[in-house]
């Protein structure tokens, strides 16, 4: 079976299982995704890490290991970091987008903890997230509030498009706690 249909069967078919609304990601995760009206895709999180901020924040800003963070297939092409930008040219493989493509941002540091990243080329028409860290509970655990706008140049359906990037965050989600947690040694 060619990969568009089959990938169109299984978007409908979780469509029926998730809701386009809020969902949870877990017990203390909450994750929103939904069609921008104007095209693209948005979607918000609150995700609750265990580990301290500095802890989450050095996970995010491991620009070259960034694919670890993800179940899709990338790679980093490039890399370069100057006065506190780093630009990131990623290379993407991906069954809604057949072949490569590629998504080059900017990404910096917010000054209160998190980051924010934004596209700057490649095969976009948008790109903007943004991570916001703050501690909670005793201190040694991390309250992220996260914001995802993407528009890709294809012609695969933004609801497409969003049935997949709910999957593909709650795995985001599941691998950088899993990270945190090998790296405060638990």
Known sequence: MPILPLLVLVGSLCAVWWP??????SDADILDVKVESGGGVRATARVLFPAKPEVIQSLLADYLHWPELFEVHMRVADLNIHEGVAT??????????PGEHRLVTDS????DGGLVTDLKGGDFKRYHRVWKLRPTGEGNQTSADFDLTVEL???T????????????????FRIVKRKALERIGK
Not at 108 to 111: E, G, I, K, S, V
């Open 108 to 111: 910096r540091m917010l000054p």
């Open 157 to 172: 359906p933004d609801w497409l498009i969003a049935v997949v990037m709910r999957q593909e965050l709650e795995a985001h």
């Open 153 to 155: 140049d294809s012609v």
């Open 20 to 25: 386009w609304g809020t969902c949870e990601a």
């Open 88 to 97: 990131i040219d990623l290379r993407i493989t991906h069954a809604l987008m």
